[in-house]
């Protein structure tokens, strides 16, 4: 029996809003359920209850198929987030499947869970959290999974660190990250501290004067030479809108 996997939203294509692959052409697959509570979680619905009644139980065949009749024949990139997918074995048969039909896959994580299918995911995030998000970080935990993706040299892949930074406790948190895994990818990205947001452009003004911050805060460190600062393009783009 194919094991099935708690599902809160299917969509795209859009573009990745976020990292290392930004502006890449995606579907969106977000499972339910998340270990962690962040206080300025952008996509709370998929932990908090709110949506609870929208959780759908789907095999990846299921998906496979929500995939292609919303995307057609437009789209070979996939990217799984939450949530925290790694709390999901079966995903693993997802990850397998979408390869079978010459799919890539990208996953965001926070960095607190391991599955053996992550060894297999094309694109990596991992996106540990600063202070400001209440949350502590199992450096023990991160160490080993850092460690096994870096060990892993079968297949191509790319893997990234990703911190969300809202203030100077955040960049503080965010250079100790950098400096323990020197040579990982490393993004700092603009926090939206505004996640209800109704007015789009009063949120990209506020979301561009953090960029304007964040970007001097970098220029002016001798710590953060080899690093990328963005912002969330989708949030930019299309303000707290879900499903884009
Ligand atoms: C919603 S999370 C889901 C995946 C996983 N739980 C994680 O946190 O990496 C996807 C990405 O959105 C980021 N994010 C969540 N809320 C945000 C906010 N208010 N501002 C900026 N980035 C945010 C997270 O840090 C993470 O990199
Ligand atoms: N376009 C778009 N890009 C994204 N990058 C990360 C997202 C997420 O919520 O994980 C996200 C999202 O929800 N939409
Ligand atoms: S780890 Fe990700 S999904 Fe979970 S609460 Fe934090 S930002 Fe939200
Ligand atoms: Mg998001």
Not at 164 to 169: S, W
């Amino acid at each position: 029996m194919a094991r099935t996997i708690p599902v809160l939203e299917i969509f795209g294509p859009t573009i990745q809003g976020e990292g290392m692959v930004i502006g890449q052409k995606t579907m969106f697959v977000r499972t339910a359920g998340c270990d962690y509570r962040c206080r300025w979680c952008d996509s709370a619905f998929t932990w908090d209850g709110s949506a609870k009644e929208e959780i759908e139980q789907l095999t990846a065949e299921d998906i496979w198929q929500r995939l292609e009749a919303i995307g057609g024949r437009r789209f070979r990139h996939v990217t799984i987030s939450g949530g925290n997918p790694l709390l999901l074995a079966a995903l693993g048969e997802l990850v397998a499947l979408l390869h079978e039909k010459g799919v890539q896959v990208a996953v965001e994580t926070q960095g607190s869970r391991w599955q053996d299918w992550l060894l297999d995911v094309d694109d990596v995030t991992i996106s540990p959290k600063p202070p400001s998000s209440g949350m502590d970080t199992d450096w023990a935990m991160l160490d080993s999974i850092i460690r096994k993706l870096l060990a892993d040299q079968n297949r191509t892949r790319r893997v990234s660190l990703k911190v969300v930074v809202f203030d100077e406790a955040d960049l503080a948190y965010a250079k100790e990250v950098h400096r323990r895994y020197p040579g990982v990818p490393f993004y700092l990205q603009t926090g939206n501290a505004d996640v209800e947001a109704l007015d789009t452009n009063a949120l990209r003004m506020k979301l561009f004067d953090q960029l304007d911050w964040l970007v001097e805060r970098v220029a002016q460190s001798d710590e953060l030479n080899d690093v990328h600062v963005l912002p969330q393009l989708h949030t930019l783009l299309w303000g707290t809108k879900r499903g884009v």
